[in-house]
């Protein structure tokens, strides 16, 4: 779907802001596979396949609500950041898009190592196996509870986030006995976000220590001198869903010239750099995200003119992707449970769950597309919005995306790139009963986080 002026868009063209059309797809029976995972194909029948399984089997199967995963598309795209650096970088995927013991394994074998912003993302890394050398600890406002089991188990970073952290890590790795490797994370003054990035005044975030006025450098003096840290690195993550890579530029830049400044007061050379994640996915047709391998040969490129400049050694750079690895693995597979039609204004499409399984559109105004997935229809494109069944008028899936118009009751319909950022942060809202994640590979599926139950739910509920 383009969102286009073209005069002969939308059936309800009195709804959508003007001088704004949306075109229908060309066909609405392909599948863009820029938004969809790699196995998801139409079959002569019509239905869509994932992992050579029918979706209705699937439903049938697991129920629906449920977010369907493409294990080898996760494996691939794993390999493909690993590989895309050469060896030569560390990828730590970060946790917070979506993490459950299965994907922990899957990373552990691909390669790649994690990263965790709390004690739960902690104990399910663990739990599944991954080595703690290969897990990085982050969080604005760790526990000393949260830091101390990471210390113990031996994460192989803590990520700083404060002046007062500094001294807490410091501490703890002390009575522990141990010395704690760490970076500073640092705010550039750089904010991305989508195709946009702004490189002033953005220092006013809870995050990381400000570059400006000295804050970064003085944080460092600080962490050289406490026998708990080994200070191994700088960090910093400008922001998420970026395709422009000026602003990563602007951040290498200040985060190389930083570590010049630390090797001239100090007379070391800090070995390692992390430029966080953020990378961008295709949430529509509309979205063009860049490849591994070049996002990759940019950042290195950045990263080595920067330290020719400074006279620097080029330190090892890690980055720590989500969205891209995961986003685009998923979709969410729906019933359709109504049609409503409001004459002259809108047609709702109404399915089995909605903001508790995905509250990106509520929150962020984000853009999904959808597509029938259960059959092929040659109906004409009908302009729809798909809604949830929450209590709450902005309870949206889908704003606006075209539908064939014969879509009915008992359709199967699926929002692909779902894969970060929804099974993470769904809710109980209504006390929904969140979805299972249904992993699927080369014709077998597998559930590898459960439906909850209302069990589940009664189970909290000890008044
Ligand atoms: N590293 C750090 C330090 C981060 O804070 C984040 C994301 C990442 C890496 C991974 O970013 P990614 O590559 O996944 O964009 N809930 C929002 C996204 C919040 C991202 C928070 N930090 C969303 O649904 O768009």
């Known amino acids: 779907m383009s969102r286009s002026a073209h005069p002969a868009g939308p059936r309800h063209a009195d709804v959508l802001p003007e001088g704004h059309y949306f075109a229908p797809p060309a066909d609405l029976n392909a599948l863009d596979p820029k938004v969809w995972a790699r196995t998801v194909t139409r079959t002569d029948t019509g239905a869509v396949s994932v992992g050579g399984l029918d979706v209705g089997a699937l439903a049938e199967e697991f129920g629906t609500p449920a977010y369907v995963l493409d294990e080898s598309d996760f494996r691939a795209r794993c390999r493909a950041w690993h590989q895309a650096f050469g060896g030569e970088a560390d990828v730590f995927y970060a946790g917070k898009a979506f993490l459950s013991r299965a994907v922990v394994r899957w990373l552990h074998e691909e390669g790649l190592n994690l990263d965790v912003c709390s004690a739960g993302e902690l104990a399910t890394a663990l739990a599944a196996g991954m080595p703690a050398e290969r897990i990085a600890l982050h969080g604005n406002n760790k526990s000393t509870e949260e830091i101390r089991r990471a210390v113990e188990a031996g994460v192989g970073r803590i990520v700083l986030d404060s002046f ?32 946009e990035f702004i490189a002033t005044a953005h220092e006013d975030q809870k995050f990381g220590i400000a570059l400006a006025g000295g804050q970064a450098a003085e944080a460092v003096r600080r962490a ?13 993550h400008i922001g998420s869903q970026i395709f422009d890579m ?40 509309d979205d ?49 449970g109504t049609v409503k039609v409001l004459e002259g204004l809108r047609t709702y499409v109404s399915v089995d769950g909605g903001m508790s399984d995905n509250i990106r559109t509520a929150l962020y105004d ?43 009751p008992g359709d199967l319909i699926a929002v692909p790139a779902t894969g970060a950022y929804c099974r ?39 008044g």
């Open 224 to 236: 050289l001198k406490l026998d708990g840290l080994e200070l191994i690195g700088i960090h910093s």
């Open 164 to 195: 007062q952290e500094i001294v807490r890590v410091a501490h703890i790795a002390e009575r522990l006995g141990k010395r704690q490797r760490v970076q500073i994370r640092v705010t550039v003054g750089v904010e991305a976000h989508t195709h």
């Open 424 to 462: 993470s942060m769904a809710s109980n809202y209504n006390h929904a009963l969140r979805p299972p994640v249904v992993a699927v590979n080369d014709g077998a599926a597998r559930v590898i986080v459960r439906r909850e139950t209302e069990e589940d739910l009664m189970r909290l509920d000890v």
């Open 246 to 285: 000026a602003g990563f530029e602007v951040s290498a830049r200040r985060v190389v010239q930083l570590l010049a400044d630390i090797r001239d007061e100090h007379g070391v050379e800090l070995p390692e750099i992390d430029l966080g994640g953020g990378l961008g996915i295709a949430y529509t047709s």
């Open 288 to 336: 063009d995200p860049r490849e591994p391998h070049e996002i990759a040969a940019s950042l290195t490129s950045i990263v080595t003119r920067e330290c020719q400049a400074a006279g620097l050694a080029v330190p090892r750079i890690s980055v720590e992707p989500g969205r891209a690895i995961v986003g685009p693995t998923a979709f969410t597979l729906y019933e359709v």
């Open 366 to 408: 984000a853009e999904y597309s959808v597509s029938l997935v259960s059959r092929a229809s040659d109906a004409e494109p009908m302009l729809v919005r798909v809604v949830g069944k929450h209590c709450e008028s902005g309870d949206i899936v889908v704003r606006d995306a075209f539908l064939p118009a014969d879509v009915a």
